[in-house]
């Protein structure tokens, strides 16, 4: 692992910390279950056991969830050390509600979407619920379903935060009226003066120096897509999109991003999962036990080999 010549590399593990619902069937306020909070306690000790820095970004009924606050109360006095408390704004089961209806459309299941002072009330809301749950207020935010809209970086700045985790890189959500990041990279950037972090994605494939260029320039892969021989080329060199999560994705695959995105001077990480996915039958990535076991030997290999790269690292300084 070569890093670039000031830094050296920095792995957040950022877990979307929220309650429990059918992925496929909408958004309701009254989905509100947590039910994963002992596995999710347990798993985080593994994690911390290999030198994990743990981000819970917390959304309303986790931290209004009974197993939610055992959670908190868990990890409560191990802030700065091991774990840090930041927002995660799912609007549809956030107070305050603009009416009466159970179910939310599409459009404003993004908190970016919604009306100034409607997204600014929710988040207020949380960041108040977070704050007098763990004695601390939240710095770092992670909007729901990567939702940042035109008022939600005044709005983080207005409510005291520092950074925001909500881009996406390459993703573009505006077929289902989400935000457009197709022309974001995995560097960091600053939104008036909120540092925004990417959570990790990326390409990789079987010649790292094309993974580089694809990594590099956010529009480099749609000229290849514009021709039958571009697809034909992606295709032979295995090209696939790669994000920084044991969600589908093997040690082996983050492991090539990681390198190829260090390669470009990246040095900041975002190693992320949805808090259900600790327990089997609660997402779509965890459906088995066989899941669960490769979700957990994945996670944790990834963290290990990422950490002992850096010791290797200092150590031949």
């Known amino acids: 692992m070569i890093a670039n010549k000031n830094n050296t590399p920095k792995l957040a593990i950022v877990i979307h910390t929220e309650e429990e619902f059918d992925w496929n069937s909408g ?11 002992k596995e999710l306690i347990e798993f985080c000790e593994q994690m911390i056991i290999a030198s994990a820095k743990i981000t819970f970004a917390m959304d309303y009924a986790f931290v209004n969830s009974e197993q939610g606050q055992r959670v908190i109360n ?28 159970d179910k939310v459309d ?41 939702g940042v809209g035109e008022n939600s970086y005044n709005i983080l700045k207005e409510l005291g935060y520092k950074i925001d985790l909500s881009i996406s890189p390459f993703a573009n959500f505006s077929h289902q009226q989400g935000p457009n990041f197709s022309n ?10 909120i540092k925004c972090i990417p959570h990790t994605t990326g390409y990789i494939s079987h010649i790292q120096r094309f993974s580089n260029y694809l990594n590099a320039c956010p529009n480099a892969l749609d000229k290849f897509n514009k021709s039958i021989a571009g697809k034909i080329i992606l295709k032979l060199l295995g090209v696939k999109r790669v994000r920084l999560s ?19 001077g990246i040095d900041e990480f975002i190693f992320s999962f949805h808090s259900p996915s600790v327990k089997v039958g609660l997402t779509p990535y965890v459906k088995t036990n066989s899941d669960l076991k490769n979700f957990n030997i994945e996670t944790l290999k990834y963290i290990q080999w990422f950490n002992q790269c850096n010791k290797n690292e200092v150590n031949n300084k």
Request: aromatic letters at 16%; glycine letters at 2%; proline letters at 6%.
């Open 184 to 193: 974001y990279t995995n560097q960091a950037i600053y939104k008036n003066d």
């Open 246 to 264: 044991p969600e589908d994705f093997t040690f082996q695959e983050m492991k090539k991003l990681t390198l190829s995105l260090i390669a470009i």
């Open 106 to 146: 599409e459009l404003n299941s993004y908190p970016g979407n919604l009306p100034y002072q409607v997204e600014f009330d929710k988040l207020n809301t949380l960041t108040k619920k977070i704050e007098e749950l763990t004695y601390t207020k939240p710095f770092t935010y992670l909007a729901g379903r990567y």
């Open 27 to 37: 958004f309701f306020r009254s989905n509100n279950d947590v039910t994963h909070g």
């Open 74 to 101: 868990h990890f409560k006095s191990r802030q700065e050390a091991d774990v840090e408390f930041a927002t995660h704004l799912h609007p549809w089961v956030t107070p305050p509600f603009i009416d009466e209806n």
